[in-house]
């Protein structure tokens, strides 16, 4: 399990969930909330687009199949608009990490995520976590 993130541990960052499962979607904002994220949410690839196209965010955690796209589509149409923002692939299915990171991935997780290794992945990706 870890040790649990301390409050606050994301004070601050922006971080845009890309996740078709509404679920998967509320328990990922409600932690990043918790820990003093500034989320949005994204129920499709087209809407994580769309979203990028009009505010910077500091780092995108999103599952690999996002019904409409995968998140390959996705990283590659937003490196339009932001193209050094972080993204975090998380999957239930075990994708080789290698063609991930080749992808543009920061990181690449499997479902069900740890808590801690969520954050602290998302802490490297902003440059605030140990390399």
């Known amino acids: 399990m870890g040790t649990p993130p301390p409050f606050g541990a994301l004070s601050g960052v922006f971080v845009l969930v890309a996740e078709d499962d ?21 129920p499709s690839a087209a809407a994580a687009l769309n979203i990028l196209g009009q505010v910077r965010a500091d780092v995108v955690v999103c599952d690999v199949n996002l019904g409409d796209q995968d998140a390959l589509w996705l990283i590659e149409e937003a490196r339009r608009h932001q193209p050094d ?15 991930m990171l080749r992808a543009g991935f920061a990181a690449s997780l499997t479902k069900p995520v740890r808590q801690d290794l969520l954050i602290s992945t998302i802490l490297r990706a902003v440059g605030r976590g140990p390399e």
């Open 22 to 42: 509404a679920d998967a979607r509320h328990i990922l904002e409600s932690l990043l909330t918790y820990l003093g994220a500034l989320v949005s949410t994204a």
């Open 85 to 99: 923002t972080p993204f975090i692939a998380v999957s239930g299915r075990d994708y080789d990490e290698h063609e």
